[in-house]
C-alpha cells in the first residue's frame, strides 16, 4: 500500500510490502521507488537494502538459583533467549533485566553482572518480601530492537533461620552426650544443624569453634 501524504517537494511515502513473497529469511533485498504523474513513470529512486532478518525468541522461564543461602539477597536465572537469525544483528548481545515495585505498576532497571550467563542476583532484599522480576534480550544491533519480555512468579526473600530454642542435655555418659532442642519453625524448610563446643566459653560477640552434625535434623 502506498501512501502519499499529499505535500508536494517534501512528500514522504510509506510503503509497505506485506506480500513480498521474494523476500527471504536473512536475504538482503533491495527496494526503488518510482514516482508517476500524467505523463508516466519517472526515473527510479536510489536504491536502499533491507535484511528480513525475525528477532531470537524471548527469555525462558525464570526460577530461583537453590539453594538460597543468605538472607540478604535474591539470586534467579532464566533460560537463555534462542537466536533465530544467521544475521549477526540480530545475535542476543545482553539482556535487559527489571524489578517491578511492590504493586507492579513501574519497573525498574536492575543492574546484574551476570546477566550474559543468563543470571542475576539481587542485593539488599528484605526477608519476607516478596519481590517479581521480568527479563528480556537485547540484539547486537539496537535499531532492531529487543524481544518481548517474560515475567517472574513473585519471589519471596527469606531469612536465616531462627535462634535454636530450649537446648539441653538428656543424659551424659563417660564419652557422650546427648543434646535435644526445638525445631527451628519459620524462614523455610531448615537443611542441617551445627553443634558448637567449647572448654571455656568463648569472648562477647565470638562463635565457638563448632562441629557440623550431620545427622542433628533427627530429633528423636
Not at 508516466?40 to 535484511?51: A, C, D, E, L, Q
Not at 536465616?160 to 543434646?179: C, D, F, Q, S
Not at 524448610?189 to 545427622?215: C, L
Amino acid at each position: 500500500m502506498i501512501d502519499d501524504k499529499g505535500v508536494a517537494a517534501t512528500a514522504t511515502l510509506e510503503y509497505s510490502d506485506s506480500n513480498a513473497k521474494s523476500v527471504k529469511k536473512d536475504q538482503l533485498t533491495f527496494y526503488q521507488i518510482y514516482s508517476f504523474n500524467g505523463a508516466g513513470r519517472g526515473k527510479p529512486s536510489g536504491s536502499v537494502g533491507f535484511i528480513a532478518a525475525t528477532l531470537p525468541g524471548k527469555p525462558g522461564a525464570i526460577s530461583l538459583v537453590t539453594p538460597q543461602t543468605d538472607s540478604s539477597f535474591v539470586s534467579f536465572k532464566w533460560v537463555a533467549a534462542a537466536d533465530t537469525s544467521a544475521n549477526a544483528d540480530m545475535k542476543v548481545a545482553s539482556y535487559t533485566v527489571e524489578q517491578a515495585n511492590d504493586d507492579k505498576t513501574t519497573w525498574t532497571a536492575i543492574s546484574c553482572a551476570d546477566a550474559a550467563k543468563a543470571e542475576c542476583k539481587l542485593a539488599s532484599t528484605t526477608a519476607g518480601k516478596q519481590y517479581t522480576f521480568r527479563v528480556k534480550a537485547n540484539v547486537k544491533n539496537s535499531k532492531y530492537g529487543s524481544t518481548a519480555y517474560t515475567e517472574s512468579s513473585a519471589f519471596t526473600a527469606k531469612g536465616p533461620a531462627t535462634k535454636i530454642a530450649n537446648l539441653k542435655t538428656e543424659g551424659t555418659y563417660e564419652n557422650k552426650v546427648n543434646l535435644v532442642w526445638d525445631y527451628s519453625k519459620d524462614n523455610g524448610e531448615v537443611t542441617n544443624y551445627a553443634v558448637s563446643y567449647y572448654i571455656t566459653p568463648p569472648a562477647e560477640g565470638k562463635e565457638a569453634v563448632y562441629i557440623a552434625i550431620t545427622d542433628a535434623a533427627k530429633l528423636d
